[in-house]
């Protein structure tokens, strides 16, 4: 069996196994295959493996692939840091953007998004540790954008996401992540029934168990799928 193959039977094994333990429906999670870095082929083989949704962070690598993969009906998310210059490519090929953090960025993908291809998925990304050099929103200014970005008619607005700092027990882990949950019910409980936010992207290949138990909708598994990342910088 092929590593990658092999991988994904274990990754799908931890979710399963923390979803039972937090009498979740493993169905309502999404394995999101973080690819940034890895091949073409390695993401055709994941594709054949049953995963359909992949993660990218840098633009011109992700166009790249984006384009000699069309015939796979791959569903693109765009997770790294967004500049303004680049939302018109992210609103033109890709369902959904985690990273969105102010009104200017969210205004230039509603414009540039085409009708044609429905709403882009959005999620906000918080700053969830209040870290000053983190990029994202901190909480307490979450409601502001949402509130803004609820009206935006070319936007869906899903969501929180987050990238807490690297912490090694579960305990700990958790911790953030119910933060996150926390806010997005806080979130829920002033916006209309129609739009309710269902996403919480939340747990990496270190904190996935952590992250299911927290109501994580939407894990972003890399290394723990792909092996570990050489070359090109991380994040
Ligand atoms: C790289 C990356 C991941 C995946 O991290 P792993 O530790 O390799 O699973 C998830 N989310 C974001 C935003 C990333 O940049």
Redesign the pocket.
């Known amino acids: 069996m092929e590593i990658i193959e092999k991988n994904i039977s274990a990754v799908m094994a931890r979710i399963e196994h923390s979803a039972a333990k937090a009498a979740r429906d493993p169905q309502t999670l999404q394995l999101l295959a973080?690819s940034?870095t890895r091949s073409e082929e390695d993401i055709q083989l994941a594709f054949s493996k049953g995963l359909s949704a992949f993660?990218e962070?840098y633009l011109q690598e992700a166009l790249n692939k984006i384009k000699s993969l069309a015939s796979i009906s791959a569903e693109w998310h765009f997770?790294?840091p967004l500049q303004s210059n680049k939302t018109k490519q992210v609103a033109e090929n890709f369902s959904w953007v985690?990273?969105v953090d102010r009104l200017k960025i969210a205004k230039r993908l509603n414009d540039q998004r085409p009708e044609s291809l429905g709403p882009l998925n959005i999620c906000l990304q918080i700053n969830i540790d209040n870290e000053p050099s983190k990029s994202g929103l901190m909480p307490d200014q979450a409601w502001d954008l949402a509130q803004s970005i609820s009206e935006l008619p070319n936007l869906c607005l899903r969501g929180l996401?987050a990238?807490p700092m690297a912490r090694h027990d579960i305990d700990s882990q958790r911790r953030p992540f119910r933060d996150l949950r926390l806010l997005k019910e806080e979130i829920n409980r002033q916006l209309d029934n129609s739009q309710k936010l269902d996403t919480l992207s939340m747990g990496?290949?270190?904190d996935i168990e952590a992250a299911v138990l927290e109501g994580a909708t939407i894990l972003?598994?890399?290394?723990?799928?792909f092996g570990p990342?050489t070359g090109k910088a991380?994040?």
């Open positions: 973080v940034k993660g962070n997770i790294g985690h990273t996401m990238i990496m290949s270190g972003r598994v890399g290394t723990d799928i990342r991380t994040l």
